[in-house]
Structures are given as structure tokens and as C-alpha cells.
């Protein structure tokens, strides 16, 4: 299960986000950091049994920095309050599809698919969506699916995508700017030997997902 030391270190760190106490208090972030890298190792054995695209996937290539941007934020918290890992071929920055594991407190959540795709792989998966819509819905209205998963994640076009007839009988499918999903997770779960369950059950809902996305990507 998760070790305790991240999410005490994610509280504290939510009331002292400023550069003072975070340099005083290294270790503990330092040691925060190795147990999330260690259970997001955990994670990628646990997902290669159904989804071999993660086999020799480093944990340390899908972890996110935790230091902001701030460059062009008008807050100016130096420190994000969360961990975050992207599991996907190539790591974090991968286009591929893959599976997120956000640790926060009260904001925890899974989610994966593609999120923010590059123009060229979203007008990929538009294409091969209007072409094969039945196939995607059958993954995405799958009771399995739906059971972690109800909806498709993040905002829609009001109209057709440039280049897609108007009345392309599932024009809906297309709207999409994300490929991605999210399910939120208690404090409570994610704190037990419970969360290892609910990433194994959610992540192989999703896999049929990744895989409809990821044979798009490889051929770009």
C-alpha cells in the first residue's frame, strides 16, 4: 500500500508552501518522493500483466516535478501539493495513452487515455473514431468501462471539428478535445491496502482504451 510519509508530507506541505520550510524540511520530501517512486514501481508490475506497452518503464521517468511554473500564474505557491505519475510508453511526457495516479489529499483520483493530444494525434483519433464508431463506443459504454469511468473527460467542441461532416450520425464522439478519464478516490481508500485493488480493477477497465488510442499513436 501507499506509504503514510506521502500524504503527511503533502498536508504539511499544503500549510507551508514557501521555500523556507520546504528547504528545512528536504528530507521529508526526499523521503515522500522514494515512496511514491516505489509504489509507482509497484503500479507499472501491476499493470504490465494486462498491458505489456509499460514492460521496462523506469517509475522515475513518470514522475512529475513538484515544483510550479509560476512564470504566469498570479499564484505564486512555489510547490505543487500533489504527486503525480503519467504510466505510458516513454514516460511522462509520452504521447501514447496511459494511466494517472494523482495523490492529494481530498483530490486524489486516477484517470489515463490522452489528455491535451498534440493537433496531429487528436485529428488521428477524430479519423479513426468517425470511421470506426462502433468499436469506441463499445469501449467507452462497456459496464465494465462505465462502472470506474461514466463520461469522457474535459470540455467539447460546440460544433463539427474542421474537416468532419455536421451531420456525421455520432458527430458527439469527435467533439471531445481529451481522450481521457478520471475517477476521484477517497483519502480513506487510498490510505488502505484497498487503493492497489482499485487501481488494478480501474486500470484494466481502461486498458481497451489505451489500446484503441495507442495503435493510432504508434503509426503517426
Known amino acids: ?62 514522475l512529475f516535478r513538484i515544483f510550479r511554473d509560476v512564470r504566469f ?13 503519467f504510466l505510458a510508453k516513454n514516460g511522462r511526457k509520452s504521447r501514447y495513452g496511459g494511466y494517472y495516479i494523482h495523490i492529494e489529499p481530498e483530490q486524489c483520483f486516477l484517470g489515463g487515455g490522452c489528455y491535451m ?3 496531429n494525434v487528436l485529428k488521428a483519433i477524430r479519423n479513426e473514431i468517425f470511421h470506426h464508431p462502433e468499436e469506441f463506443k463499445g469501449i467507452i459504454e462497456n459496464v465494465e468501462f462505465k462502472k470506474h469511468f461514466p463520461e469522457l473527460y474535459g470540455e467539447k467542441l460546440k460544433t463539427a471539428p474542421r474537416g468532419f461532416p455536421k451531420d456525421f450520425e455520432h458527430i458527439d464522439l ?39 488510442l495507442n495503435e493510432i499513436v504508434q503509426d503517426l
Open 1 to 62: 500500500m501507499l506509504n503514510r510519509s506521502v500524504f503527511d508530507f503533502l498536508l504539511e506541505l499544503r500549510e507551508n508552501n514557501n521555500r523556507e520550510w520546504f528547504h528545512a524540511n528536504k528530507k521529508l520530501y526526499e523521503t515522500a518522493k522514494k515512496d511514491f517512486q516505489l509504489f509507482v514501481e509497484l503500479s507499472i508490475e501491476q499493470i504490465k500483466t494486462f498491458d505489456p506497452s509499460v514492460s521496462g518503464l523506469n517509475a522515475k521517468d513518470c
Open 73 to 85: 500564474s498570479e499564484d505564486k505557491k512555489p510547490y505543487k501539493t500533489n504527486f503525480g505519475a
Open 117 to 119: 493530444p498534440a493537433s
Open 174 to 212: 469527435l467533439n471531445y478535445k481529451h481522450y481521457a478519464v478520471s475517477k476521484m478516490i477517497d483519502d480513506q481508500t487510498v490510505n488502505s491496502d484497498q487503493f492497489v485493488k482499485e487501481i488494478d480493477n480501474a486500470f484494466k477497465a481502461l486498458y481497451p482504451l489505451n489500446r484503441f
